[in-house]
T-cell receptor, first 112, second 111 residues
Framework: KNQVEQSPQSLIILEGKNCTLQ??????????LRWYKQDTGRGPVSLTI?????NTKSNGRYTATLDADTKQSSLHITASQLSDSASYIC???????????FGKGTKLSVIP | NAGVTQTPKFQVLKTGQSMTLQCAQD?????MYWYRQDPGMGLRLIYY???????DKGEVPNGYNVSRLNKREFSLRLESAAPSQTSVYFC??????????FGPGTRLTVT
């Protein structure tokens, strides 16, 4: 069964600090992996998308990495801001499938 | 551009009542999706429509029906609501199976 596991479940960091969120997946055949940010009470918004041939993708202070061999991805947030407080969801697409596999998310809290 | 819009934003139903959740997109995308999100779980696909005129079941279709009214609109119907259907429902639209843009969600409570 296709699965996406994220860690940690939750994380609290001080404003200005960096953090890294992890994602492991077992989706096969793999097509692409994306990270979404979901603010409380809102729909998910895409941050990055990577295919199997891409190792790194950046979007401002967000940098995602992908190791297709070990089926692991990470999302690194640099110089965190209060507005980064949200859930971050890892989503994996199987090749040719309309059905995405979603992780349960990491809830990040950035405190002053 | 509004992107993906959903109505209503909030709804409370009694067990056995029916209702339709509406979704519309102005991005001219072919595919549209309905998800539910429950605490402690990832989003789960209820139904999707790869293109106008087609619909397919997702992971958790029981208790739901959908209609792809035209390219812009995709509705989700609960014929006889149950407390287990209390959830946040998200509609999404995409240009294919890989890109998906989500609406703001509908919070549904069934008592």
């Amino acid at each position: 069964k296709n699965q996406v596991e994220q860690s940690p479940q939750s994380l609290i960091i001080l404003e200005g600090k960096n953090c890294t969120l992890q994602c492991n997946y077992t989706v096969s055949p793999f097509s692409n992996l994306r990270w979404y940010k979901q603010d409380t009470g809102r729909g998910p918004v895409s941050l990055t998308i990577m295919t199997f041939s891409e190792n790194t993708k950046s979007n401002g202070r967000y940098t995602a990495t992908l190791d297709a061999d070990t089926k692991q991805s990470s999302l690194h947030i640099t110089a965190s801001q209060l507005s980064d407080s949200a859930s971050y969801i890892c989503v994996v697409s199987g090749a040719g499938s309309y059905q995405l596999t979603f992780g349960k998310g990491t809830k990040l809290s950035v405190i002053p | 551009n509004a992107g993906v819009t959903q109505t209503p934003k909030f709804q409370v139903l009694k067990t056995g009542q029916s209702m339709t959740l509406q979704c519309a997109q102005d991005m001219n995308h072919n595919s549209m999706y309905w998800y539910r999100q429950d605490p402690g779980m990832g989003l789960r696909l209820i139904y999707y429509s790869a293109s106008e005129g087609t619909t397919d079941k997702g992971e958790v279709p029981n208790g739901y029906n959908v209609s792809r009214l035209n390219k812009r609109e995709f509705s989700l119907r609960l014929e006889s609501a149950a407390p287990s259907q209390t959830s946040v429902y998200f509609c999404a639209a995409g240009g294919g199976p890989y890109e998906q843009y989500f609406g703001p969600g509908t919070r549904l409570t069934v008592t």
